[in-house]
């Protein structure tokens, strides 16, 4: 079997001790020539978001492939109707890296709404500075209105913690959750206009792609903060105008829609955090990813069924 790059301490180990395992030890994703190349003639694939599933993928690994495992909750990556017309289960890692991901999402929402890259910019260029009233004045959380789009694991988790700041919550999904007492269902216009603080974390799909772009971020109220940890979803060049306008407050973004590049627009502006896909980013949670990839796969070649097939 394949695995396409260098994972978390320990998950390896759990795969070498059951199967013969071809890994590619790297932090860097493997070039498209070499990962077909490497593809051949493997029953299983341990992947990540860089690594592009299709058709030519498919035909590469040869009939003997049995399953991809997909190191991320994430399935974009994936053609995830042609590994079924072809019998070739596709898993994911849904729930572990939920904790980790809510909390750095209020992370950056706390970074961007209290300037603290833009402050710890200033120190470390040696810029003078003194206390004063209105240095790097900040907006404040405690009793903002958050809005979550996609109220699925992650943003759940998300409003659980805006519960700690006295954060009112509001989202939108395709349709309400009942089991969200605490939080009010909107429809997205709505939504848009009455979040102070808005996360994106709603997967990406078809129906999501660009689904904010200027016209949807111009309902947001001004002064308001947006967080994104999903790629593709908020129009980047957008979203950087509306923050240099002075429509937006702040914004972070975490996921970024052509990685590693970041989109100049961003780069450009003092009051964007930027972070480069951290979400998940803990010993933990990696090792928790990695080890359930890795039982989906051991489930599959010991012909049962996956785990968290997709």
Known sequence: MLVTRRLAPGVLDR??????????????????????????????????????????????????LRIVANHAVGTHNID???????GVVATNTPGVLTAATADHAFALLLAAARRLGEGERWLRAGRPWTWAPN????????????GVLGM???????????????????????????????????????LLSTAQVLVVSCPLTDETRGLLDAARLALLPAGAVLVSITAGVVDEVALAAAVESGALFAAAVDNHVSEPEVTPELLAQERIVLSPHLGSATVHTRQAMGNLAVDNILSVLGGNPPLTGV
Not at 80 to 86: D, H, K, S, T, Y
Request: charged share 20%; proline share 7%; with cysteine.
């Open 15 to 64: 795969l070498a001790a059951s199967c013969a395992v071809t890994a590619h030890d790297d932090d860097l994703p493997m070039p498209r020539a070499d990962l077909l190349a490497a593809a051949r003639g493997s029953a299983a694939v341990l992947a990540t978001l860089d690594d592009v599933v299709d058709a030519e993928f498919l035909d590469a690994a040869g009939p003997g």
């Open 80 to 86: 995830v109707a042609a590994c079924a017309a072809r």
């Open 135 to 146: 240095f790097l004045l900040g907006m404040e959380l405690s009793g903002a209105r958050l």
């Open 152 to 190: 699925g694991r992650i943003g759940r988790a998300v409003a659980r913690r805006a519960a700690g700041f006295d954060m009112s919550v509001s989202y939108h999904n395709r349709r309400p959750l009942p089991d969200q007492p605490d939080a009010q269902w909107l429809p997205l216009p709505e």
